[in-house]
């Protein structure tokens, strides 16, 4: 297991399609974390699951964004009838538990582009 | 809330010579911050963190930075930088709300080493 990974690296869309992304954290992991990173910004907090419950969601997840982690292993990400403002880096981290956040591990990301 | 701010948008220093990327914080309660770097098409990497004790923080790739309690500072620094450390440079903060210890960024810091 040589870090977390995200499929795919680059997804080009028309608007109104839907896309769903996928993301492997560490193995040992149970905290997974969506991010979303546009030009010229750090990245966002989505959404935040520990094991297979999300228990935590930003209001910059429209009711288009829907999270899911079955099993509390794998996470996708899926917008529904994407617009041109979902373009964007997705990014996905996994943590160990613990009291004090450790560093996250970051995936490489997917870049959306909405055409 | 919670808050990182990155004054500059960009850094620009000759090989060699010393850099420093700036950071400064807003929360409640101590702070745990941390330094991830970012290359092009990228996720983000964990350079270093503070937590507690010595507020002088080492970290990768002979990255240091130190908490500056009074000014709410948690600049980033090398000695001496290399054309490699080009990248982009983000400062983070645990947000202390909730039990999520999602991390909010700031909006980065283009580095810019000169051969």
């Known amino acids: 297991d040589t870090g977390v990974s995200q499929d795919p690296r680059h997804k080009i869309t028309k608007r109104g399609q839907n896309v769903t992304f996928r993301c492997d954290p560490i193995s040992e992991h149970n905290r997974l974390y969506w991010y979303r990173q546009t030009l010229g910004q750090g990245p966002e907090f989505l959404t935040y699951f520990q094991n297979e419950a999300q228990l935590e969601k930003s209001r910059l997840l429209s009711d288009r964004f829907s999270a899911e982690r079955p099993k509390g292993s794998f996470s996708t990400l899926e917008i529904q009838r994407t617009e041109q403002g979902d373009s964007a880096m997705y990014l996905c981290a996994s943590s160990f538990p613990g009291e004090v956040a450790d560093g996250y591990t970051f995936g490489s990301g997917t870049r959306l582009t909405v055409v | 809330a919670q808050s990182v701010a990155q004054p500059e948008d960009q850094v620009n220093v000759a090989e060699g010579n010393p850099l420093t990327v700036k950071c400064t914080y807003s929360?409640?309660?101590?702070?745990?911050l941390f330094w991830y770097v970012q290359y092009p098409n990228r996720g983000l990497q964990f350079l270093l963190k503070y937590i507690t004790g010595d507020n002088l923080v080492k970290g990768s790739y002979g990255f240091e930075a130190e908490f500056n309690k009074s000014q709410t500072s948690f600049h980033l620094k090398k000695p001496s930088a290399l054309v490699s450390d080009s990248a982009l440079y983000f400062c983070?903060?645990?947000?202390?709300?909730?039990?999520?210890?999602?991390?909010?960024f700031g909006t980065g810091t283009l580095l810019a080493v000169q051969p």
């Open positions: 983070a903060v645990r947000d202390r709300g909730g039990a999520t210890n999602k991390l909010i």
């Open positions: 929360v409640s309660g101590n702070p745990y």
